[in-house]
Each structure stands twice: as C-alpha cells, then as structure tokens.
C-alpha cells in the first residue's frame, strides 16, 4: 500500500520574490522618507494602522497612507536604520527589551505570523481594535508576514530597527502595519 500526503505552505516562490521586493522598496522608502515608495504598498481601501506604545499601554492609530509630512513621534524615533542585510525567511529576530537592542542583528521575514492577533489581545476591551478592517483584514495568520529589521545602532539613536506587517489581500502584498511597540514614545 502507497500513501502520500502533501504538505501546504501558504508562502510559495513568488510569495517569497514579492516579499522580498516589496521589504526592500518599503525599507528604502522609509530610510529616505520616500512615502511614494511605501504608498504603492499600502491598500487605498484600509491604509496603513501604526502600533505604539506611550507610557507602557498600547497605542493604535490609522492612516490613509505614509506622510512624511506629519508629525508621527512614535515613527520618527525609527528612521535611523541602515538596512545591511539580506532578507531570511522563517527567522525569528528577538528584541532584548531591557537592554534595549537586539540579540541578534538581521532581517526576517516570517510568514504565517500571528503577530497582529497577539497584539490585538493586548489592547484594553474598550478600544475594540478587533472591529476595525485593518485588524480583521490581519486575523488569518496565512495572509500575514511579520518582517523585523533587527540592527544595533552604532550611534546614539533612540531606536533600533523597524517592524512592519505585511497582509496578503486580493492576490497582493500590501503594508497594513508598522509596529514600533519595542520603543516607548516616552
């Protein structure tokens, strides 16, 4: 008797060529603050939510799109980052919270993240971040790719790195979250 059994991955090779593309362009924008570069990711119909913290709570806020223009504190902390490194799938890049870098330098991107629903679960009852398209859209992990660019500043920044979540929507990559909760706006 033959048995055979298949294995499904929610990423495939294009999957992972697109994410790759996409993190670079998106990256590249930010370091140069080219929001027309990371505006041809985000969906025009559920923009693109930033995750925060300020004074140790979770913080949530969603925009039409990237604007440099604006005043963003909580994102403005981020833009030291250099983006040495070559993309690697399924890694996990942790954040030593106490000492305020990164165990180890890197950028992973890691499909079928459940990031969003765990951050999600963290936000107090009364805010309802659930009911909003934006978390929704984000709840089925096989859809989501959780990206983390983990580099130690060498000079004197108040950040290091940068966190995005990416949410596969109608056959297509888009930036749904940029999460800068390792860094109290404080």
């Keep these: 008797m033959l048995c055979s059994f298949s294995v499904f991955k929610a990423q495939t090779a294009e999957d992972k060529k697109e994410i790759s593309i996409a993190v670079t362009d998106i990256l590249k924008g930010f370091q140069n603050k080219n929001g027309d570069l990371m505006n041809k990711y985000v969906n025009e119909t559920y923009g693109v939510g930033i995750l925060f913290k300020s004074g140790g709570d979770l913080g949530f806020v969603l925009n039409e799109n990237i604007d440099f223009g604006m005043s963003l504190d909580y994102i403005q902390k981020a833009w030291?980052?250099?983006?040495?490194?070559?993309?690697?799938?399924?890694?996990?890049?942790?954040?030593?919270?106490?000492?305020?870098?990164?165990?180890?330098?890197?950028?992973?991107?890691?499909?079928?993240?459940?990031?969003?629903?765990?951050?999600?679960?963290?936000?107090?009852?009364?805010?309802?971040?659930?009911?909003?398209?934006?978390?929704?859209?984000?709840?089925?992990?096989?859809?989501?790719?959780?990206?983390?660019?983990?580099?130690?500043?060498?000079?004197?920044?108040?950040?290091?790195?940068?966190?995005?979540?990416?949410?596969?929507?109608?056959?297509?990559?888009?930036?749904?979250?940029?999460?800068?909760?390792?860094?109290?706006?404080?």
Excluded at 101 to 108: N, T, V
Excluded at 167 to 181: A, R
């Design 80 to 186: 030291n980052i250099r983006n040495q490194f070559p993309v690697q799938f399924d890694t996990t890049l942790e954040y030593d919270v106490k000492n305020k870098q990164w165990k180890k330098e890197g950028l992973s991107a890691q499909f079928n993240s459940n990031a969003v629903n765990n951050y999600a679960d963290k936000f107090l009852e009364q805010y309802s971040v659930k009911d909003q398209e934006i978390f929704k859209i984000n709840s089925n992990p096989k859809n989501v790719v959780f990206v983390t660019l983990a580099e130690n500043s060498k000079e004197n920044a108040p950040v290091n790195g940068f966190r995005f979540i990416m949410t596969k929507i109608d056959g297509k990559w888009f930036l749904t979250l940029i999460d800068v909760t390792e860094h109290d706006a404080e």
